[in-house]
């Protein structure tokens, strides 16, 4: 009870409750909103950090009442800040990582590795998809914490490649 109460477990489990009626669900509308605005991103989008003085503009018919810090919706606030090019390079930065570390992990070399990359390495991946499949209803990597240890994974990812023993 003592670890429910501290964790304020009881907020998610009424916002589910409350969730019943989607079509007014203001983290969907504000998906929507971004959504609309994808064919005016252009190239280089709005710039890194800019979601919270772009959105009011993008917003301007009010779909998504209140303001908004983030969007819930990583995939989405990167294309809008970065645009196209760099949410591409992103994308193959993060999934590039996560692929290599797949195919290291199938290399007949990993056999020889010593037991701590051989446990490490399937354990940065699961991480890294966790976030990955996390980033679609909310923002874990607009949080500092997170994008340190997002990057230090990627490090051991892309790392992996070039392991021997």
């Known amino acids: 009870y003592a670890i429910g109460t501290a964790s304020h477990l009881e907020q998610p ?11 007014q669900d203001t983290r969907l509308l504000a998906t929507r909103v971004a959504l609309h605005a994808l064919p005016d991103v252009g190239l280089l ?7 919270r003085a772009v959105f009011p503009f993008l917003n301007r018919d009010q779909l998504a009442s209140g303001s908004w810090r983030f969007l819930h919706e990583d995939y989405l606030q990167t294309a809008i800040e970065w645009g196209w090019a760099g949410s591409a390079i992103w994308m193959l930065l993060f999934f590039g990582g996560i692929t290599a570390a797949i195919l290291s992990l199938r ?9 701590r ?3 490490t390495l399937p354990l940065v991946v699961i991480a890294l998809v966790g976030v990955a499949l996390h980033a679609l209803i909310d923002f874990p990597l607009q949080i500092e ?7 230090v994974y990627l490090g051991l990812c892309w790392g992996s490649v070039a392991w021997k023993r």
Do not use: H, N, V
């Open 13 to 23: 489990i009424s916002r589910w409750k409350q969730s019943e009626d989607l079509s």
């Open 45 to 51: 989008g709005f710039g890194p950090g800019t979601f």
């Open 145 to 151: 914490s997170i994008q340190l240890y997002a990057a």
């Open 117 to 119: 990359r051989r446990l």
């Open 107 to 115: 290399k007949r070399e990993a056999r020889e590795w010593s037991w």
